[in-house]
Protein backbone atom coordinates (compact mmCIF):
# COMPACT_ATOMS: atom_id res chain seq x y z
CA UNK A 1 0.00 0.00 0.00
CA UNK A 2 1.29 3.15 -1.27
CA UNK A 3 2.43 5.68 1.85
CA UNK A 4 3.31 9.04 2.06
CA UNK A 5 4.28 11.06 4.88
CA UNK A 6 5.19 15.09 5.22
CA UNK A 7 7.09 16.45 7.50
CA UNK A 8 8.87 19.75 8.32
CA UNK A 9 5.91 22.35 8.05
CA UNK A 10 5.97 25.02 10.61
CA UNK A 11 5.95 29.37 10.43
CA UNK A 12 8.30 31.47 9.59
CA UNK A 13 8.91 35.07 8.98
CA UNK A 14 8.67 36.87 5.50
CA UNK A 15 12.30 36.19 3.64
CA UNK A 16 12.77 33.02 6.18
CA UNK A 17 13.54 29.26 4.60
CA UNK A 18 11.56 25.76 5.48
CA UNK A 19 12.20 22.06 4.15
CA UNK A 20 9.29 20.13 3.88
CA UNK A 21 9.94 16.19 3.67
CA UNK A 22 7.81 13.26 2.31
CA UNK A 23 8.56 9.68 2.89
CA UNK A 24 7.15 7.69 -0.04
CA UNK A 25 6.78 3.60 0.41
CA UNK A 26 4.63 0.80 -0.53
CA UNK A 27 4.95 1.05 -3.91
CA UNK A 28 6.90 -1.22 -6.67
CA UNK A 29 7.09 0.56 -9.78
CA UNK A 30 9.99 2.08 -11.68
CA UNK A 31 8.24 5.21 -13.63
CA UNK A 32 6.53 7.61 -11.32
CA UNK A 33 6.00 11.45 -10.89
CA UNK A 34 6.12 12.80 -7.39
CA UNK A 35 5.65 16.57 -6.08
CA UNK A 36 4.03 19.04 -4.03
CA UNK A 37 0.77 20.91 -4.27
CA UNK A 38 -0.29 23.71 -1.91
CA UNK A 39 -4.21 25.06 -0.96
CA UNK A 40 -4.64 27.97 0.79
CA UNK A 41 -8.48 28.52 2.60
CA UNK A 42 -10.85 29.57 -0.18
CA UNK A 43 -8.65 28.50 -3.03
CA UNK A 44 -7.93 25.80 -5.27
CA UNK A 45 -5.05 23.06 -4.81
CA UNK A 46 -2.04 24.26 -7.21
CA UNK A 47 1.28 22.46 -8.32
CA UNK A 48 4.41 23.46 -6.92
CA UNK A 49 7.02 21.53 -7.90
CA UNK A 50 7.38 18.26 -9.27
CA UNK A 51 10.37 15.39 -10.44
CA UNK A 52 9.97 12.48 -12.44
CA UNK A 53 11.63 9.03 -12.72
CA UNK A 54 14.11 10.62 -14.71
CA UNK A 55 14.95 13.38 -12.10
CA UNK A 56 13.49 16.15 -14.40
CA UNK A 57 11.79 18.94 -12.58
CA UNK A 58 8.99 21.18 -13.00
CA UNK A 59 7.93 24.23 -11.16
CA UNK A 60 5.12 26.64 -11.03
CA UNK A 61 6.11 30.47 -12.02
CA UNK A 62 5.36 31.59 -8.46
CA UNK A 63 8.16 29.45 -6.82
CA UNK A 64 10.79 28.91 -9.51
CA UNK A 65 14.18 30.01 -8.57
CA UNK A 66 12.69 29.93 -4.72
CA UNK A 67 11.84 26.65 -4.31
CA UNK A 68 13.64 23.60 -5.19
CA UNK A 69 12.23 19.92 -5.46
CA UNK A 70 15.12 16.98 -4.71
CA UNK A 71 14.63 13.43 -3.80
CA UNK A 72 16.61 10.28 -1.94
CA UNK A 73 16.41 7.24 -4.41
CA UNK A 74 16.02 3.62 -2.71
CA UNK A 75 14.18 0.46 -3.75
CA UNK A 76 10.51 1.18 -3.79
CA UNK A 77 11.30 3.75 -1.34
CA UNK A 78 11.89 7.64 -1.72
CA UNK A 79 12.19 10.79 0.17
CA UNK A 80 10.88 13.66 -1.36
CA UNK A 81 12.16 17.16 -0.74
CA UNK A 82 11.10 20.91 -1.34
CA UNK A 83 13.65 23.49 -0.08
CA UNK A 84 11.40 26.56 -0.02
CA UNK A 85 13.74 30.09 0.45
CA UNK A 86 12.86 33.45 0.58
CA UNK A 87 9.40 32.55 1.64
CA UNK A 88 6.45 35.22 1.38
CA UNK A 89 3.17 35.57 3.01
CA UNK A 90 1.27 34.63 0.07
CA UNK A 91 3.19 31.21 0.71
CA UNK A 92 1.37 30.57 3.12
CA UNK A 93 -1.03 27.03 2.58
CA UNK A 94 -1.33 23.67 3.47
CA UNK A 95 1.62 21.84 1.60
CA UNK A 96 0.31 18.23 0.19
CA UNK A 97 2.94 15.32 -0.93
CA UNK A 98 1.55 13.75 -4.26
CA UNK A 99 2.47 10.41 -6.25
CA UNK A 100 1.84 8.61 -9.51
CA UNK A 101 3.26 5.83 -10.51
CA UNK A 102 2.82 5.44 -13.92
CA UNK A 103 5.20 6.54 -17.23
CA UNK A 104 4.89 10.52 -16.86
CA UNK A 105 6.68 13.75 -17.22
CA UNK A 106 6.49 16.49 -14.44
CA UNK A 107 5.79 19.48 -16.53
CA UNK A 108 2.69 18.00 -17.58
CA UNK A 109 1.68 15.77 -14.49
CA UNK A 110 2.18 19.26 -12.34
CA UNK A 111 -0.91 20.63 -13.73
CA UNK A 112 -3.17 17.74 -13.58
CA UNK A 113 -6.37 18.96 -11.81
CA UNK A 114 -6.53 17.30 -8.12
CA UNK A 115 -9.16 14.54 -8.82
CA UNK A 116 -6.52 12.95 -11.11
CA UNK A 117 -3.86 12.65 -8.87
CA UNK A 118 -3.52 8.95 -7.40
CA UNK A 119 -2.04 9.28 -4.14
CA UNK A 120 -1.50 12.41 -1.65
CA UNK A 121 0.27 12.73 1.87
CA UNK A 122 -1.98 14.02 4.31
CA UNK A 123 -0.59 17.78 4.20
CA UNK A 124 1.64 19.81 6.27
CA UNK A 125 0.46 23.32 7.21
CA UNK A 126 3.20 26.23 5.89
CA UNK A 127 2.81 29.48 7.49
CA UNK A 128 4.75 32.77 6.46
CA UNK A 129 3.94 36.31 8.71
CA UNK A 130 5.17 39.51 7.39
Known amino acids: QVQLVESGGGSVQSGGSLRLSCAAS????????MGWFRQAPGEEREGVAA?????????AESVKARFIISQDKAKNKNTLYLQMNSLKPEDTAMYYC??????????????????????WGQGTQVTVSS
Open 98 to 119: AADFFLCFSEPWLLRPRRLIGY
Open 26 to 33: GYSYHSYC
Open 51 to 59: IDSDGTTSY
